[in-house]
């Protein structure tokens, strides 16, 4: 009955929110349905003649009483799932609508734990094709698989299977409390997004090979929040065996170098203050509370700051983390896989990168570093107002919270892992449409936050949606192309290397990395600028928000 009414709402919703040049006659698939652990399905074959299957629950909805509970097992059904519609978003804040990365409204719910699956046309049981997952951010608390631009069309036309899925964000996806601990089995509470994440990968490796996909070629990735959650899904042990690779795209869990997750008790703090807010007696009262009315004392900038309290992110909960990340690569149990680590050029700002004169660039140095702004200044020297945009821009990017989480996971993994990591910037900028106005305007930012998600997937015509944003020319999507074939490798072999991308492992004693730009080409970095950010993090008051997308 749930799947029925579930079909026919979301038949009813896209009638009335579809446009109708949006409308697109569905095709069965031949050989539908497909049985999975839970049941059968059936999905649709879109005009590219890829096959999709959309809207396949892949946990048990977490309402009610499994509001702040591990994700539990779907209950299986009786007849075809028709999988023809996405799910509705974990519910969220909204976005603004002026932003680069707007895609239109979404149906947003608390029962959303749903996965999309895309295939190739001639993909079979037994074809044992790359299986590329992807994970969204959203600074973990926004976000959604249904976005345009996570979508794995192309990726499918290309030859791979690709899965997205929605997993809990903000307040419904993080807080901790005591009273949750007490009744959790394992004594834990607050990492139900992540525990979500393995969930879907479980699905995924029970009943990919179903759709054509090979459960031991599975590459997670994820950008900005969601690199960070594939990287802590690299170091929890409770998700060894469910992928032989990892793409981090601006982000990771072990952000500068004395970061950590807080620690379980630390994270109950949080939720009590929820409580105390809410005014709310006990744990049974916020679970009759309406999601809303919670999400309004939660920390969020989407539409202008609101709320008091941040929530978003692991905690040293004992069960998803014994203990710190770093330490469970030590130990050695972290998933000791290739991961290929990246970031965008132009994604991080401080003052030292809006200074425009020498006095303003040796005061922003100061402000940010104190006593050690001699040492930045000698690193990165600036005496006339020219030099002040090169090396401002410079030191902004090593210093940043995006390069340098990504080169504390290339040494974690160096140090502890077998299997290499790759680094990589992208430095291609987008051909912005100079006759639309967008709020973050990409063609004056540069390479900006998520600038990189349309190539490695394909999906650079999402950006041109509902309004022609974007000038794409024919070596853009060549490029894309060149970036998706170089995944499916590193899905194929664990080594992302090709002809038009030749990777070479990042080294401790030899750090390359690949800059992603209008012509490929591997750079030494200077390690003395990095170690001197990684020992000395600018004044973090002073930081400014990724720039570019919000994620």
Known sequence: MRILYRVLAAVLIGWLAAPAQAQIVERPIPGDPVQTDAGKVSGMIL???????????????????????????????????????????????????????????????????????????TAKPGSRLPVIVYLYGGGNTIGSSGMALYGGEQVAASGAVFVNFNYRVGALGFMAHPQLTAESPQHSSGNYAHL??????????????????????????????????????????????????VLGMSGSTFGLERAAPPSLAEAEQVGLQVAAALKAADIEALRQMPADRILSVQQDCQLGCSGSIRIGGANIDGYLLPAAPAELFASGRHSDVPVIIGFTRDESSNDLRSARTVAQYNDAATRLYGAKAGELLRLYPAATDTDVAVQGASAARE??????????WAIAQSRWSKAPAYLYQFSRVHPFNPAVVIADHPEAIGAYHTSDVPFWFQTQEALNLFRPTRLWSDADRQFARDMTASLMQFARTGNPSTTALPWQPWRADNERMLDLGRAVTASQLNTERLEFHRLNPANASTQTAPRGARD
Not at 51 to 57: I, M, N, Q, R, V
Not at 235 to 243: E, I, N
């Open 47 to 121: 005009p590219s003649g890829v096959k999709a299957y959309l809207g396949l629950p892949f946990a048990a909805p977490p309402v009610r009483e499994l509001r702040w509970r591990a994700p539990q097992a779907v209950k299986p059904w009786q007849g075809v799932f028709h999988a023809d519609r996405k799910a509705p978003e974990c519910i969220q804040v909204l976005r603004a609508h002026n932003i680069n990365h707007y895609f239109g409204e979404e149906a947003t719910s608390e029962d959303c734990l749903y996965l999309n699956i895309w295939a190739p046309a």
């Open 196 to 245: 979500d994440q393995i969930a879907a990968l479980q699905w995924v490796h029970r009943n990919i090979a179903r759709f054509g996909g090979d459960p031991s070629q599975v590459v997670i990735s994820g950008q900005s929040a969601g690199a960070y959650s594939v990287s802590l899904l690299q170091a929890t042990p409770l998700a060894r065996g469910l992928f032989r690779g």
């Open 399 to 408: 210093g940043g919270t995006m390069t340098q989480a990504g080169r504390n």
